[in-house]
């Protein structure tokens, strides 16, 4: 449905809105498979593991809310030996990888832990003792 450039610019937005915590994504689990969705408008975006197996390849797919529709999926490529050192083509499907973390991390809590954890840390006075 979309020429790999669409799908870098929807996958880096992606990516952007969710860290800079304007997007946040949940959870979700049935019949075995986990995956995590969030939902802009009328439109699900939905990022799990091709295997079910929680490791690459990802994919990123795409609903319509309202009609329930199937609309478009992206997979990223199967991780090769060199794709840990760099070598990997800058691709959409290779930006799932990161995607997948991000949104991981967002439904999981840990931006907004770490939020908490840093505001307390800023409210330590170092003239009282804590115990």
């Known amino acids: 449905m979309f020429e790999e450039r669409e799908w870098m610019q929807i996958v880096e937005r992606l990516v952007r809105l969710t860290k800079e915590q304007v997007l946040t994504w949940k959870t979700v689990a049935a019949e075995g ?13 939905m990022v799990g593991s091709v295997d079910n197996d929680q490791r690459p390849p990802y994919y990123l ?20 030996e060199d794709d840990e050192w760099g070598q990997a083509p800058l691709t959409a499907g290779n930006r799932l990888l990161e995607l997948r973390t991000v949104a991981y991390r967002s439904a999981q809590g840990s931006p907004q832990l770490l939020s908490r954890i840093m505001n307390g840390f800023d409210r330590i006075d170092p003239e009282v003792t804590p115990f």
């Open 61 to 80: 797919s795409l609903w319509d809310v309202n009609s329930r529709d199937y609309l478009a999926r992206l997979e990223s490529e199967p991780i090769q």
């Open 33 to 45: 498979t986990e995956w995590v969705e969030t939902r802009v408008d009328d439109l699900d975006y």
